[in-house]
């Protein structure tokens, strides 16, 4: 009798979204006793040790998490072996849709593949491999040279499309294009951003400053604005991100936001609707800035 194409092994980690983190840190390290073993400043990570497996705690940011709010974030769950293949073929098999994944997440055993998916009530559920040692150099190979004008523009909505060049497990890089009038609508940085004006113009509407090609812009984390492509022709920006980018309404509530796990499960669904096979995977190692 052959092997399950998917073993669950246990339990990795489970995410928590918190209200106030040095509480739960409070409670988590002095109640239960569990130990903080690493953080991560740019989106208020702080993982725990818990026996084998981790409990991480994020902020829940303007959610508040109540009974209607739900405050896990995701269940991570260990599968031994961790054949991405023969998951993926099973996955699909069950009607499955496979939302993303990842290189190298850090999880219980240190950096480890993963696949994302959800239940049917909608949760998010994290398959995780086994860890990756330093000395496994073969899973995280460098990138060739990527020619950029053979990258295919994915569309996020009505008049704005990007290119993928680089996922990490903390940002990515890419190239943005924007068509004549479309406006990016506030927003806000949790990590730093460098972006190169390819060609065409923008104009940041709180300032009125405007970058056209050549331009370099830097926007420091916390950093909060909206912008715009002006003139006749589309806005195509280079851009490095990391962290998150928080979209913003009215009373500066976050409403939504995007970020290299959000941005790979789009071009994952992109090279799916379109039969292609995924180029780009989620690497471990940290974006080079511009």
Same mark, same amino acid.
């Given at each position: 009798?052959?092997?399950?194409?998917?073993?669950?092994?246990?339990?990795?980690?489970? !995410?928590?979204?918190?209200?106030?983190?040095?509480?739960?840190?409070?409670? &988590?390290?002095?109640?239960?006793?569990?130990?903080?073993?690493? /953080? =991560?400043?740019?989106?208020?990570? *702080?993982?725990?040790?818990?026996?084998?497996?981790?409990?991480?705690?994020?902020?829940?940011?303007?959610?508040?998490?109540?009974?209607?709010?739900?405050?896990?974030?995701?269940?991570? #769950?260990? $599968?031994?072996?961790?054949?991405?293949?023969?998951?993926?073929?099973?996955?699909?098999?069950?009607?499955?849709?496979?939302?993303?994944?990842?290189?190298?997440? @850090?999880?219980?055993?240190?950096?480890?593949?993963?696949? &994302?998916?959800?239940?049917?009530?909608?949760?998010?559920?994290?398959?995780?491999?086994?860890?990756?040692?330093?000395?496994?150099?073969?899973?995280?190979?460098?990138?060739?040279?990527?020619?950029?004008?053979?990258?295919?523009?994915?569309?996020?909505?009505?008049?704005?499309? +990007?290119?993928?060049? /680089? +996922?990490? =497990?903390?940002? &990515?890089?890419? =190239?943005?294009?924007?068509?004549?009038?479309?406006?990016?609508?506030? /927003?806000? /940085?949790?990590?730093? !951003?460098?972006?190169?004006?390819?060609?065409?113009?923008?104009? #940041?509407?709180?300032?009125?400053? *405007?970058?056209?090609?050549?331009?370099?812009?830097?926007?420091?984390?916390?950093?909060?604005?909206?912008?715009?492509?002006?003139?006749?022709?589309?806005? $195509?920006?280079?851009?490095?991100?990391?962290?998150?980018?928080? @979209?913003?309404?009215?009373?500066?509530? !976050?409403?939504?936001?995007?970020?290299?796990?959000?941005?790979?499960?789009? &071009?994952?669904?992109?090279?799916?609707?379109?039969? =292609? !096979?995924? *180029?780009?995977?989620?690497?471990?190692?940290?974006?080079?800035?511009?």
């Amino acid at each position: 009798m052959s092997a399950p194409a998917l073993a669950i092994a246990g339990i990795d980690h489970v !995410v928590l979204r918190v209200d106030d983190v040095p509480r739960s840190l409070a409670f &988590y390290e002095g109640v239960l006793g569990c130990k903080l073993e690493r /953080h =991560q400043d740019d989106i208020g990570l *702080r993982q725990l040790r818990a026996g084998a497996a981790l409990i991480d705690l994020v902020n829940a940011g303007a959610g508040v998490p109540t009974i209607k709010n739900r405050n896990v974030d995701h269940i991570a #769950l260990a $599968v031994r072996p961790f054949d991405e293949g023969a998951l993926r073929a099973h996955l699909a098999a069950h009607d499955i849709a496979v939302e993303g994944g990842a290189a190298g997440n @850090y999880g219980a055993e240190g950096d480890s593949p993963a696949l &994302y998916i959800r239940d049917p009530d909608g949760n998010m559920i994290e398959l995780m491999g086994p860890g990756i040692t330093k000395g496994d150099t073969a899973m995280t190979p460098n990138e060739p040279p990527l020619h950029t004008p053979d990258v295919a523009w994915i569309r996020i909505r009505e008049g704005l499309s +990007f290119r993928p060049l /680089h +996922f990490a =497990q903390d940002g &990515y890089a890419l =190239q943005l294009r924007l068509e004549p009038g479309t406006v990016i609508a506030r /927003h806000r /940085h949790t990590g730093d !951003v460098h972006a190169l004006n390819v060609s065409g113009w923008r104009e #940041l509407t709180d300032t009125g400053e *405007r970058a056209g090609p050549g331009t370099y812009v830097y926007e420091p984390p916390g950093n909060n604005d909206t912008w715009r492509c002006l003139g006749d022709e589309p806005c $195509v920006i280079h851009i490095t991100v990391t962290g998150r980018v928080e @979209y913003l309404d009215d009373a500066g509530n !976050v409403t939504t936001y995007t970020d290299s796990h959000t941005a790979h499960a789009l &071009y994952l669904k992109w090279c799916e609707t379109n039969g =292609q !096979v995924p *180029r780009l995977a989620m690497n471990a190692a940290r974006n080079t800035d511009l």
